[in-house]
Protein backbone atom coordinates (compact mmCIF):
# COMPACT_ATOMS: atom_id res chain seq x y z
CA UNK A 1 0.00 0.00 0.00
CA UNK A 2 1.59 3.35 -1.14
CA UNK A 3 1.12 6.02 1.42
CA UNK A 4 0.68 9.77 0.91
CA UNK A 5 3.84 10.57 1.73
CA UNK A 6 4.80 8.55 -1.21
CA UNK A 7 2.51 10.20 -3.42
CA UNK A 8 3.63 13.61 -2.40
CA UNK A 9 7.34 12.52 -3.54
CA UNK A 10 6.15 11.63 -6.79
CA UNK A 11 4.59 14.96 -7.16
CA UNK A 12 8.21 16.65 -6.82
CA UNK A 13 9.32 14.78 -9.54
CA UNK A 14 9.47 17.26 -12.62
CA UNK A 15 8.03 16.73 -16.37
CA UNK A 16 11.57 15.54 -17.42
CA UNK A 17 11.97 13.17 -14.81
CA UNK A 18 8.61 11.71 -15.42
CA UNK A 19 9.63 11.51 -18.93
CA UNK A 20 12.75 9.91 -18.42
CA UNK A 21 11.64 7.88 -16.52
CA UNK A 22 8.40 6.43 -18.97
CA UNK A 23 11.45 5.77 -21.26
CA UNK A 24 14.04 4.45 -19.62
CA UNK A 25 12.09 2.04 -16.86
CA UNK A 26 11.59 -1.10 -19.83
CA UNK A 27 9.63 -3.02 -17.13
CA UNK A 28 7.22 -0.11 -17.08
CA UNK A 29 6.95 1.09 -21.09
CA UNK A 30 6.34 -2.75 -21.89
CA UNK A 31 3.53 -3.24 -20.29
CA UNK A 32 1.75 -0.44 -21.81
CA UNK A 33 -0.97 -2.12 -23.82
CA UNK A 34 -3.96 -0.87 -26.16
CA UNK A 35 -6.61 -3.65 -26.04
CA UNK A 36 -3.73 -6.10 -24.79
CA UNK A 37 -1.34 -5.13 -27.62
CA UNK A 38 2.15 -3.37 -26.79
CA UNK A 39 1.77 0.19 -27.25
CA UNK A 40 4.56 2.71 -27.43
CA UNK A 41 2.97 5.92 -27.04
CA UNK A 42 2.55 8.61 -24.16
CA UNK A 43 -1.12 8.70 -22.67
CA UNK A 44 -1.35 12.09 -23.56
CA UNK A 45 -0.31 11.50 -27.16
CA UNK A 46 -2.61 8.78 -27.57
CA UNK A 47 -5.44 11.41 -26.20
CA UNK A 48 -3.92 13.99 -29.20
CA UNK A 49 -4.20 11.41 -31.92
CA UNK A 50 -7.77 10.73 -30.81
CA UNK A 51 -8.74 14.39 -31.73
CA UNK A 52 -6.77 14.34 -34.56
CA UNK A 53 -8.61 11.59 -36.11
CA UNK A 54 -11.92 13.01 -35.00
CA UNK A 55 -11.40 16.22 -36.32
CA UNK A 56 -10.03 15.29 -40.41
CA UNK A 57 -11.41 11.81 -40.35
CA UNK A 58 -8.91 10.49 -42.76
CA UNK A 59 -9.68 7.93 -45.19
CA UNK A 60 -6.18 6.71 -44.91
CA UNK A 61 -3.65 6.64 -42.19
CA UNK A 62 -0.17 5.29 -43.38
CA UNK A 63 2.00 4.42 -40.15
CA UNK A 64 5.23 3.53 -40.66
CA UNK A 65 6.49 1.49 -37.81
CA UNK A 66 4.08 -0.21 -35.90
CA UNK A 67 5.54 -3.05 -34.24
CA UNK A 68 3.45 -4.96 -31.84
CA UNK A 69 0.78 -3.30 -33.37
CA UNK A 70 -0.97 -1.40 -30.27
CA UNK A 71 -1.02 1.80 -31.98
CA UNK A 72 -2.16 0.26 -35.90
CA UNK A 73 -5.07 -1.36 -33.52
CA UNK A 74 -5.86 1.75 -32.07
CA UNK A 75 -6.39 3.72 -35.33
CA UNK A 76 -8.20 0.98 -37.12
CA UNK A 77 -10.58 1.40 -33.64
CA UNK A 78 -10.84 4.75 -34.18
CA UNK A 79 -11.55 5.17 -37.63
CA UNK A 80 -13.89 2.34 -36.81
CA UNK A 81 -16.09 4.70 -34.28
CA UNK A 82 -16.06 7.28 -37.02
CA UNK A 83 -16.91 5.33 -39.66
CA UNK A 84 -14.12 6.00 -42.37
CA UNK A 85 -10.95 4.98 -43.00
CA UNK A 86 -7.84 2.77 -43.03
CA UNK A 87 -4.85 2.30 -41.77
CA UNK A 88 -1.72 0.91 -43.52
CA UNK A 89 1.38 -0.47 -41.20
CA UNK A 90 4.43 -0.54 -42.90
CA UNK A 91 6.93 -2.38 -41.23
CA UNK A 92 10.49 -4.27 -42.30
CA UNK A 93 8.97 -6.69 -40.15
CA UNK A 94 5.71 -8.12 -38.98
CA UNK A 95 6.81 -10.53 -37.20
CA UNK A 96 5.58 -9.53 -33.44
CA UNK A 97 2.54 -7.63 -34.82
CA UNK A 98 -0.80 -8.74 -32.89
CA UNK A 99 -3.44 -6.45 -33.99
CA UNK A 100 -6.12 -8.20 -36.08
CA UNK A 101 -8.86 -5.52 -37.46
CA UNK A 102 -10.55 -4.92 -40.90
CA UNK A 103 -9.17 -1.83 -41.14
CA UNK A 104 -5.84 -2.76 -41.10
CA UNK A 105 -3.58 -3.38 -44.45
CA UNK A 106 0.15 -4.52 -43.93
CA UNK A 107 2.89 -4.08 -45.97
CA UNK A 108 6.12 -5.67 -44.77
CA UNK A 109 9.16 -3.95 -46.39
CA UNK A 110 11.60 -1.41 -46.25
CA UNK A 111 9.34 2.01 -46.22
CA UNK A 112 12.24 3.55 -48.24
CA UNK A 113 12.25 1.05 -51.11
CA UNK A 114 11.03 2.72 -53.94
CA UNK A 115 8.67 0.12 -55.04
CA UNK A 116 6.68 0.60 -51.59
CA UNK A 117 6.49 3.97 -52.20
CA UNK A 118 5.04 3.86 -55.70
CA UNK A 119 2.60 0.88 -53.79
CA UNK A 120 1.89 3.63 -51.16
CA UNK A 121 1.23 5.89 -53.97
CA UNK A 122 -1.06 3.99 -55.60
CA UNK A 123 -3.18 3.15 -52.40
CA UNK A 124 -3.39 6.52 -51.25
CA UNK A 125 -4.70 7.57 -55.00
CA UNK A 126 -8.23 10.24 -54.39
CA UNK A 127 -7.64 9.71 -50.86
CA UNK A 128 -7.57 12.22 -47.64
CA UNK A 129 -4.03 10.62 -46.25
CA UNK A 130 -2.41 11.25 -43.05
CA UNK A 131 0.95 9.54 -42.22
CA UNK A 132 2.59 8.79 -39.25
CA UNK A 133 6.35 8.01 -39.26
CA UNK A 134 7.13 5.77 -36.13
CA UNK A 135 10.33 3.91 -37.60
CA UNK A 136 14.17 4.27 -37.75
CA UNK A 137 14.35 7.29 -35.40
CA UNK A 138 17.83 8.61 -36.65
CA UNK A 139 17.56 12.22 -37.87
CA UNK A 140 19.12 10.80 -41.28
CA UNK A 141 16.71 8.18 -41.78
CA UNK A 142 13.43 10.38 -40.69
CA UNK A 143 14.43 13.19 -43.11
CA UNK A 144 14.84 10.60 -45.99
CA UNK A 145 10.95 9.17 -44.81
CA UNK A 146 9.57 12.45 -44.70
CA UNK A 147 11.11 13.23 -48.41
CA UNK A 148 9.14 10.29 -49.55
CA UNK A 149 5.78 10.16 -47.77
CA UNK A 150 5.38 13.79 -46.53
CA UNK A 151 4.01 14.12 -49.90
CA UNK A 152 1.32 11.32 -49.87
CA UNK A 153 -0.45 14.14 -47.02
CA UNK A 154 -3.42 15.75 -48.68
CA UNK A 155 -4.45 19.55 -47.09
CA UNK A 156 -5.56 19.93 -43.93
CA UNK A 157 -4.23 16.49 -42.62
CA UNK A 158 -1.56 15.93 -40.17
CA UNK A 159 2.11 14.65 -40.77
CA UNK A 160 2.67 13.05 -37.33
CA UNK A 161 7.12 12.72 -36.52
CA UNK A 162 6.85 10.67 -33.46
CA UNK A 163 9.68 10.30 -30.66
CA UNK A 164 11.42 13.90 -31.20
CA UNK A 165 12.25 13.44 -27.50
CA UNK A 166 14.76 10.87 -28.02
CA UNK A 167 16.93 13.91 -29.18
CA UNK A 168 15.93 15.88 -25.31
CA UNK A 169 16.43 12.90 -22.82
CA UNK A 170 19.26 10.36 -23.91
CA UNK A 171 20.10 8.79 -20.29
CA UNK A 172 23.50 7.92 -21.99
CA UNK A 173 24.55 11.63 -23.07
CA UNK A 174 25.84 14.12 -20.97
CA UNK A 175 24.91 16.85 -24.22
CA UNK A 176 21.13 16.19 -24.58
CA UNK A 177 21.53 14.39 -27.79
CA UNK A 178 20.23 10.87 -28.04
CA UNK A 179 22.26 10.34 -31.56
CA UNK A 180 25.19 11.86 -32.33
CA UNK A 181 23.82 12.63 -35.59
CA UNK A 182 20.32 13.85 -34.11
CA UNK A 183 16.88 12.52 -34.08
CA UNK A 184 13.46 13.49 -35.31
CA UNK A 185 13.05 16.66 -33.32
CA UNK A 186 16.26 17.46 -35.42
CA UNK A 187 14.32 15.81 -38.64
CA UNK A 188 11.29 17.90 -37.71
CA UNK A 189 13.03 21.10 -37.22
CA UNK A 190 14.79 20.70 -40.67
CA UNK A 191 11.60 19.30 -42.41
CA UNK A 192 9.61 22.77 -41.52
CA UNK A 193 12.18 24.53 -42.26
CA UNK A 194 12.36 23.33 -45.98
CA UNK A 195 8.52 23.02 -45.60
CA UNK A 196 7.07 25.79 -44.09
CA UNK A 197 5.35 27.07 -46.98
CA UNK A 198 3.56 23.27 -47.22
CA UNK A 199 3.27 22.58 -43.85
CA UNK A 200 2.46 24.61 -40.40
CA UNK A 201 3.65 23.43 -36.87
CA UNK A 202 0.45 22.51 -34.58
CA UNK A 203 1.33 23.62 -31.17
CA UNK A 204 -1.71 23.30 -30.02
CA UNK A 205 -1.20 19.64 -30.05
CA UNK A 206 1.15 19.83 -27.56
CA UNK A 207 -1.02 21.18 -25.07
CA UNK A 208 -1.22 18.59 -22.23
CA UNK A 209 2.95 19.60 -22.51
CA UNK A 210 3.60 15.96 -21.94
CA UNK A 211 4.66 14.48 -24.93
CA UNK A 212 7.06 12.24 -26.92
CA UNK A 213 6.61 14.23 -30.16
CA UNK A 214 8.04 17.92 -30.05
CA UNK A 215 7.72 19.80 -33.13
CA UNK A 216 6.17 16.45 -34.28
CA UNK A 217 2.43 17.36 -34.84
CA UNK A 218 2.51 19.39 -38.44
CA UNK A 219 -0.40 19.77 -40.68
CA UNK A 220 -0.40 20.44 -44.71
CA UNK A 221 -1.23 23.35 -44.88
CA UNK A 222 -5.48 23.86 -46.75
CA UNK A 223 -4.88 25.51 -49.21
CA UNK A 224 -2.89 23.36 -50.84
CA UNK A 225 -4.51 20.78 -54.13
CA UNK A 226 -4.81 17.42 -53.54
CA UNK A 227 -1.29 16.06 -55.14
CA UNK A 228 -1.73 12.38 -55.40
C1 LIG B 1 9.10 2.52 -32.17
S1 LIG B 1 8.60 1.06 -33.02
C2 LIG B 1 6.94 1.42 -33.47
C3 LIG B 1 6.03 1.52 -32.28
C4 LIG B 1 4.55 1.55 -32.58
N1 LIG B 1 4.19 2.56 -33.57
C5 LIG B 1 3.79 1.84 -31.29
O1 LIG B 1 3.40 3.01 -31.07
O2 LIG B 1 3.58 0.89 -30.52
C6 LIG B 1 9.52 1.22 -34.50
C7 LIG B 1 9.19 0.22 -35.61
O3 LIG B 1 9.73 0.74 -36.83
C8 LIG B 1 10.15 -0.32 -37.65
N2 LIG B 1 11.11 0.21 -38.63
C9 LIG B 1 12.36 0.68 -38.41
N3 LIG B 1 12.92 1.09 -39.56
C10 LIG B 1 12.00 0.88 -40.55
C11 LIG B 1 11.99 1.08 -41.97
N4 LIG B 1 13.05 1.59 -42.62
N5 LIG B 1 10.87 0.74 -42.65
C12 LIG B 1 9.80 0.20 -42.02
N6 LIG B 1 9.76 -0.01 -40.68
C13 LIG B 1 10.85 0.31 -39.95
C14 LIG B 1 10.72 -1.34 -36.66
O4 LIG B 1 10.72 -2.63 -37.25
C15 LIG B 1 9.78 -1.17 -35.45
O5 LIG B 1 8.76 -2.15 -35.50
Not at 86 to 112: G, Q
Not at 216 to 227: C, F, M, T
Amino acid sequence: MIKDDEYKDRLQSTLGEYLHWYFTDKSFLHSIDWMGIPTRKLVTDVWVYQEIIFETKPDLIIEIGSLCGGSTLFFAQMLELIGNGEVLSIDISHDYFMANHPKIRKITADCSDRAVVEQVKDLSKGKRVMVIHDGDHTAEAVERDLKLYAPLVTPGMYLIIEDGVVDLLNPRSKTGEAYSSGGPLKAARNFLREMGSQFELDMRRERFILTTNPKGYLRRKPSENVNV
